[in-house]
């Protein structure tokens, strides 16, 4: 009840708010590179629509909302402050816990890539769709009954789900057809973001780690789906707090705590970071400019040490654990990277090695997605400002 009545009221402070901007500027968002007045873009490779319409039966994975307690164990339970120490027990445990959270990740991204990378046609569209507004409807994550571990699970749902409906907006016209359904989804996505905001606002410098980095993400992704500048902004907000701890030599401290763990947790940090500058920049708003000397050096330093952990381990003084994470899902930020800014050295060996590059919390088949050059190319759909400038090479 709390996180709806928020909801509605901060409904109406975004309205006044985004006009009230608008009159003052005069400009569009794009011109002012922030969200004043909405038209928030997602990159062009979410308009794609399907070549191929493969008609006939679908298989669609419907998914039981959970409705539940969100307090959760964590992996690490018992841990020290390097939280690198996986608890076997309790990862089992976890992993149960939140069994139904992962498989709707799972299922609304893998119906989106089967509609619009695969050509499964409108019962594709219809599976992500519905799946959104059965959990929307039951108010699913909503929960009161929710601690850090929780918090964590609610971001990254949001990012996918949100990812996933975004595609079907941007390439099917029909999906937002049943404007009943739509606004239900919708307005989830706003409570959800209210949930995230709420919880990764005003965190103390000490515990602020790649978790505020994936609930920006997911908080940015909510915002194009619902054209919510609030949310937005309070996105790139966190971006800019990102940047803001990157030492000299251009490493995340909070990542290099976790020991054995640093590079996985750098190239985790990685993820959502890539994917907020790359929707800031088809946005008019180049975040990566911005930061051009900690952003890029922060990568490079993360692809070299993918290539050669060793360098990881004389900085931290331990081993590196790479178990895992060589792997399709975790290297995935690189291909946007590539697209929009070109590629840094060492990333084509990654990329050629595990292409198709897919993550369910990205966006889904992010080779797909970010494959056209140029980035926005001409034509009616989708028809960006001419003054968007990206980078045409991939």
Same mark, same amino acid.
């Given at each position: 009840m709390r996180i709806q009545q928020r909801s509605e009221h901060r409904h109406w402070g975004r309205m006044l708010l985004c006009t009230a901007?608008?009159?003052? #500027?005069?400009?569009?968002?794009?011109?002012?590179?922030?969200?004043?007045?909405?038209?928030?873009?997602?990159?062009?490779?979410?308009?794609?629509?399907?070549?191929?319409?493969?008609?006939?039966?679908?298989?669609?994975?419907?998914?039981?909302?959970?409705?539940? &307690?969100?307090? /959760?164990? &964590?992996?690490?339970?018992?841990? !020290?402050?390097?939280?690198?120490? /996986?608890?076997?027990?309790?990862?089992?445990?976890?992993?149960?816990?939140?069994?139904?959270?992962?498989?709707?990740?799972?299922?609304?991204?893998?119906?989106?890539?089967?509609?619009?990378? !695969?050509g499964y046609g409108s019962e594709a569209m219809h599976c992500v769709l519905d799946n959104l507004d059965e959990w929307a409807s039951a108010d699913a994550l909503l929960t009161d009954d929710i601690n850090h571990v929780g918090q964590a699970v609610r971001k990254w749902a949001l990012a996918a789900a949100a990812n996933a409906y975004l595609r079907m907006r941007a390439s099917a016209p029909e999906a937002t057809a049943d404007l009943q359904r739509t606004a239900r989804i919708e307005d989830w996505f706003r409570r959800l973001s209210d949930g995230v905001r709420e919880y990764y606002t005003d965190r103390e410098p000490r515990k602020v780690n790649n978790h505020d980095y994936w609930a920006a993400w997911a908080v940015m992704s909510s915002a194009v789906?619902?054209?919510?500048?609030? !949310? %937005?902004? %309070?996105?790139?907000?966190?971006? !800019?707090?990102?940047?803001?701890?990157?030492?000299?030599?251009?490493?995340?401290?909070?990542?290099?705590?976790?020991?054995?763990?640093?590079?996985?947790?750098?190239?985790?940090?990685?993820?959502?970071?890539?994917?907020?500058?790359? #929707?800031?920049?088809?946005?008019?708003?180049?975040?990566?400019?911005?930061?051009?000397?900690? #952003?890029?050096?922060?990568?490079?330093?993360?692809?070299?040490?993918?290539?050669?952990?060793?360098?990881i381990e004389s900085i931290t003084g331990y081993e590196q654990i790479v178990d895992g994470l060589y792997k399709s899902w975790s290297l995935a930020w690189m291909e946007p990277w590539q697209a929009t800014w070109d590629a840094l050295e060492g990333m084509p060996t990654f990329l050629d090695e595990h292409r198709p590059m897919k993550s369910t919390r990205l966006g889904g088949d992010i080779s797909y997605l970010y494959q056209i050059n140029p980035l926005w190319p001409d034509g009616s759909q989708p028809n960006p400002p001419s003054n968007i400038m990206l980078s045409s090479s991939s």
């Open positions: 901007i608008s009159a003052a #500027f005069g400009v569009s968002s794009v011109n002012a590179g922030q969200c004043l007045g909405g038209e928030l873009r997602a990159p062009v490779g979410y308009y794609q629509t399907p070549e191929n319409d493969g008609g006939g039966d679908y298989d669609c994975e419907r998914v039981e909302p959970h409705v539940g &307690s969100l307090s /959760l164990t &964590s992996k690490y339970e018992g841990s !020290d402050s390097a939280r690198n120490e /996986l608890n076997e027990q309790a990862y089992e445990e976890y992993k149960e816990a939140t069994n139904k959270i992962r498989s709707f990740e799972k299922a609304v991204i893998a119906a989106a890539d089967d509609y619009q990378v !695969d789906a619902t054209q919510d500048c609030g !949310d %937005w902004n %309070w996105s790139v907000s966190k971006f !800019d707090e990102a940047m803001g701890q990157i030492t000299d030599e251009g490493y995340l401290p909070k990542e290099l705590s976790r020991e054995t763990r640093a590079l996985e947790y750098m190239n985790y940090a990685m993820q959502p970071l890539t994917m907020i500058a790359v #929707f800031a920049e088809v946005n008019g708003n180049s975040v990566y400019g911005r930061y051009r000397d900690e #952003f890029p050096s922060m990568a490079q330093n993360v692809v070299a040490g993918l290539a050669d952990p060793q360098r």
